[in-house]
């Protein structure tokens, strides 16, 4: 199966079911140099493809069932198409979950994501205002934390979702030091 | 103002004199049930009309004596139970009969004060003060508070804030201030007249309100659709030469002056380094008279005009001074998006253009209407780089720089390796920027 992704890095492309981990390596912080992207765990896509699973599996039985028993075995057909958009979104989410990366960069983070919607942002570690880690009760049960950065511009859309707990918390100790070293306000 | 209570400072430093409102203050939302009660007789006449019927005399009375008693008690306590004090580097507003609040502004973090007097507290001879912060509510506004001294604690916060040491804050008294610019009523008007909206809205009135006549021959539908379009007519030629009459810009060591209005008066004061943004705009039909409006934001305000009018050269000497350091970039600076993009935005694309400068980046957009954001390196949070299918089919991408103002500005339309560039470049020198620039207390 052909990703399309553009940012296949750092993620061997093995077998498709078992997604490879993210290289566990802390990046040196390094000037101006190219910087050294991070993927996501796979956590994420295992997280996001099961719950596609489960809510598109029953719209599916629903589709299939309903009409099939009321109506005739003919109209049954019609779960075809949650069907196929559950195939798609299998897909896609790997897709997506591949564009996601991260770079801690010597002054800046910058956060790259999207495959046909590409989005990158950069936030100077003194601008930071907030550091937040949240974890749902299903990203929990996955073992899956994210990790949003707030500055003073609402605007600023910066969230790593889906990071391993220890890295999220690591990440946002190593952003708290960096921007208290470089805060620089409004 | 009256009975200043003294509290006992913990830490043993001197004591905190808390003040109160001016006395007139319970009078200001004496108007609301007056106005519910007109509110309600306008829009059900016959109601009205059957509940006036059945009142009683003994009714009416017992109504009044206990409804103005009840309210004037409220008015009396809220009045009674707010205070609010000047520390060393804070204002306290304390407020609440049931639900205490304090809100303890930071002085060092203040973005702008604005003393503003409606037209009824200049009657009474009474001011609001409000300091605007990030996050402030419209509950920290000081309201209301005697004219002279309102003025007399905008001195002296600000020169707290400034870092005056705290015994002398309040002798500095007023900065001086010099007269930078001021709009003529006679240029403010034939530039409302030019603005297109007002002209729109007659001429929808005057083309909608006969068709409405043909087609329903009633008064009433006719009064209904014609008065808010002549309201917004209104609004937007009236209304804004009222509010925009006699502006006056000027410049003190505190900063910014801005002072303006026809009925209600206004004065807002914005401290050095405090600008995030400045847009010039210059509608079509101001273009042969060479005008611009200048607009600025400041974080945590919702004053956002600098200027309404001014000939352009005077409008970017004035954008020289509020941001320092900044020249506005000639119209030959400007980049155009390359051709491709003619497929992203048909006809507009042209209108697009980018200039970097040392201190700046500069982005136009508009064809008709130009529009020209102007945001300092210093005062960028973030970059986000954007890029859509049909974007990158064409090899265009946007360049969105997010300020703390909520004011994004995006370069629009930009070939897409030299967008990847600039993502890098302007991140890079917003981080160097902040270098030089004023520090939060601008005197010390």
Redo the contacts between chains.
């Keep these: 199966m052909e990703t399309g992704s553009p940012h296949d890095t750092g993620t061997a492309d093995d077998a498709q079911g078992t997604p490879s981990p993210a290289p566990a390596v802390v990046p040196a912080p390094d000037d101006g140099a190219e910087p050294v992207w991070r993927a996501l765990p796979p956590g994420l896509l295992t997280m996001r493809r099961l719950l596609l699973v489960v809510w598109l599996g029953l719209l599916t039985l629903a589709t299939a069932l309903v009409p099939g028993l009321l109506v005739g075995p003919a109209w049954g057909a019609f779960a075809v198409l949650p069907l196929a958009l559950l195939l798609w979104g299998w897909v896609m989410l790997e897709r997506n979950w591949r564009s996601w990366r991260y770079a801690e960069r010597a002054d800046d983070l910058l956060i790259s994501r999207g495959v046909l919607w590409h989005e990158e942002t950069v936030v100077p570690y003194g601008r930071m205002q907030l550091v937040e880690v949240t974890s749902g009760p299903v990203e929990r049960h996955f073992g899956l934390a994210s990790v949003q950065l707030h500055t003073a511009a609402a605007a600023t859309d910066a969230t790593i979702p889906g990071l391993d707990p220890a890295e999220a918390e690591r990440l946002r100790d190593r952003l708290t030091e960096l921007g208290e070293d470089r805060s620089a306000g409004l | 103002m009256s009975a200043p209570g003294v509290q006992e400072d913990v830490t043993g430093r001197p004591p905190v004199i808390e003040r109160r409102l001016h006395p007139v203050t319970p009078l200001r939302r004496a108007w609301a049930p007056v106005a519910v009660l007109m509110g309600w007789a306008v829009h059900d006449p016959d109601g009205a009309q059957r509940q006036l019927t059945r009142l009683t005399t003994t009714t009416l009375l017992v109504g009044l004596g206990v409804l103005i008693p009840a309210a004037a008690l409220y008015g009396f306590l809220s009045w009674w139970f707010t205070h609010f004090a000047v520390t060393d580097s804070e204002l306290r507003v304390r407020t609440g009969l049931l639900f205490r609040r304090t809100a303890h502004i930071r002085l060092e973090r203040i973005?702008a004060i604005d003393v503003t007097q409606p037209l009824l507290a200049r009657v009474a001879g009474v001011a609001k003060l409000r300091l605007d912060v990030?996050g402030a509510d419209k509950k920290d506004e000081l309201a209301f508070l005697g004219a002279g001294e309102a003025r007399a604690l905008r001195a002296e916060l600000l020169a707290r804030a400034a870092g005056f040491a705290p015994e002398t804050a309040h002798e500095v008294g007023e900065a001086p201030s010099r007269q930078m610019l001021r709009v003529p009523p006679g240029v403010l008007a034939v530039s409302l007249l030019l603005t297109a909206a007002t002209w729109v809205w007659l001429l929808v009135a005057a083309v909608a309100l006969p068709l409405l006549w043909t087609a329903t021959h009633s008064l009433w539908t006719v009064l209904a659709a014609g008065i808010p379009m002549l309201g917004a007519a209104g609004a937007s030629s009236v209304g804004r030469f009222v509010a925009e009459y006699d502006w006056t810009l000027g410049e003190s060591p505190d900063g910014l002056r801005i002072d303006h209005g026809l009925l209600d008066r206004a004065q807002e004061t914005v401290p050095p380094g405090?600008v995030?943004t400045v847009r010039l705009v210059e509608p079509l039909l101001w273009r042969r008279r060479g005008w611009v409006r200048v607009e600025l934001d400041v974080?945590g305000s919702s004053n956002s005009l600098l200027l309404p009018v001014a000939p352009r050269a005077m409008a970017e000497s004035v954008v020289a001074r509020v941001l320092p350091g900044v020249t506005v970039p000639p119209p030959e600076a400007f980049s155009r998006p390359p051709r491709g993009a003619r497929w992203c935005v048909p006809v507009w694309w042209r209108g697009h253009g980018l200039a970097v400068t040392d201190a700046v980046f500069a982005s136009r957009r508009g064809l008709l209407r130009r529009g020209l954001s102007l945001v300092p390196h210093a005062?960028?949070?973030?970059?986000?780089?954007?890029?859509?299918?049909w974007q990158?089919a064409h090899g265009v991408a946007d360049v969105?720089v997010?300020?703390?103002a909520?004011a994004?500005v995006t370069a629009r339309l930009r070939p897409a390796g030299e967008a990847?560039a600039l993502?890098?470049a302007?991140?890079?020198r917003?981080?160097t920027g902040?270098r030089d620039a004023l520090p939060?207390r601008w005197m010390a």
């Design positions: 973005q990030i405090r995030q974080a005062k960028v949070q973030s970059v986000r780089l954007a890029q859509g299918p990158r969105h997010d300020t703390g909520n994004t990847a993502l890098h302007q991140a890079e917003s981080r902040r939060d």
